[in-house]
């Protein structure tokens, strides 16, 4: 494990030999990557020039796989001889509000601008396809920002998208990369679960998109649905507006997409299972249950812990 501490003088430390816990943390949505350390403060050890500070750069590597660059956030000392520090990746910049007026523009585009914008580095951003007519943003999230156009490509497109800080560089790329060859399952890195069936969230099986005619002043009507699951679950409907530049064919089109998106049980796991550092929020992954068929789940919350030479990790996952 290489654990490297980069202060602001230019200093690097390498402090994993003094590190008795460290989890790694990551999400699909809304928030950045964290790294938790706990470190042993026994001054016998260590430089007499060795110090922490926040903002110092953190970059952590484990068998060969580059796992954080980030920054630290805080730094919590007491009387128990120890030191714990978190640290956050890039994305966490995007936490502040910022105010956007954009015309004809794409989600990758839009990350690009904000980077720039805000002197964040960028790394792979793969091109998105859905060009949003108008975007206005004011004094909103920066990062909520970023997720709603990306949201933007799967409802339009069908193309769900991972957006996260690849070892620090702003990363988007497509599901088709997102891929690991790894499978969990009873007895294969898995040893506990629990599994969740629901329609209770985001599940609709009838939508209703709208757009207000100007000419006539009276509101059109673009409608779905799937009479077996109406029969099966009653109506369950989504009532939107449509954008008001796009044309019969396409909002019918937006229509027909949200309910293929929508009009399914929600299947959910929450699993227990050995540490792989390739894993994180945004991955796809397989999973083998004997209450499941064999199929690929999104990675929508991701928790690494290194203790005391065991690794293990925690996932929140569902079925794309």
């Not at 501490?5 to 949505?29: H, P, Q």
């Not at 706990?38 to 750069?57: A, E, L, V």
């Not at 520090?85 to 910049?93: G, H, P, V």
């Amino acid at each position: 494990m290489e654990l490297l501490l980069k202060n602001k003088e230019g200093l690097l430390w390498d402090i994993a030999g003094i590190v008795s816990d460290l989890s790694w943390k990551t999400s699909r949505a809304g928030k950045p990557a964290t790294l938790d350390i706990t470190i042993i403060d026994s001054g016998i050890y260590q430089h007499p020039k060795f110090k922490i500070s926040n903002g110092d750069i953190v970059q952590f590597r484990k068998d060969g796989v580059n796992v954080f660059y980030g920054f630290v956030f805080s730094i919590d000392t007491g009387s128990d001889q120890q030191i714990k520090l978190t640290a956050y990746d890039q994305i966490r910049y995007l936490l502040g509000n910022g105010s956007y007026v954009l015309q004809d523009v794409t989600a990758s585009e839009l990350i690009t601008k904000i980077a720039k914008d805000y002197g964040l580095k960028t790394g792979m951003l793969e091109e998105t396809t859905y060009r949003m007519p108008s975007l206005i943003e004011d004094d909103k999230k920066l990062l909520d920002i970023i997720m709603r156009a990306i949201g933007g490509e799967l409802e339009k497109k069908g193309r769900l998208m991972a957006f996260y800080d690849d070892f620090g560089q702003l990363t988007l790329r497509g599901m088709d990369s997102m891929k690991l060859d790894l499978v969990l399952g009873a007895g294969h890195y898995l040893y506990d679960y629990s599994l969740k069936k629901s329609i209770d969230d985001d599940t609709y099986n009838t939508i209703y998109l709208y757009k207000d005619n100007k000419e006539n002043g009276k509101r059109e009507f673009y409608p779905v649905s799937d009479p077996e699951n109406v029969k099966r679950w009653g109506i369950l409907h989504l009532y939107k507006k449509a954008d008001d530049k796009a044309n019969a064919a396409q909002i019918q089109e937006n229509a027909d997409n949200l309910l293929k998106l929508h009009n399914r049980e929600k299947t959910s796991l929450s699993v227990q299972a050995i540490g792989d550092l390739r894993v994180r929020a945004g991955n796809l992954i397989y999973v083998l249950l004997d209450v499941l068929d064999t199929r690929l789940f999104l990675v929508e919350q991701c928790s690494h812990k290194i203790s005391g030479g065991e690794h293990t990790m925690s996932l929140d996952i569902k079925v794309v």
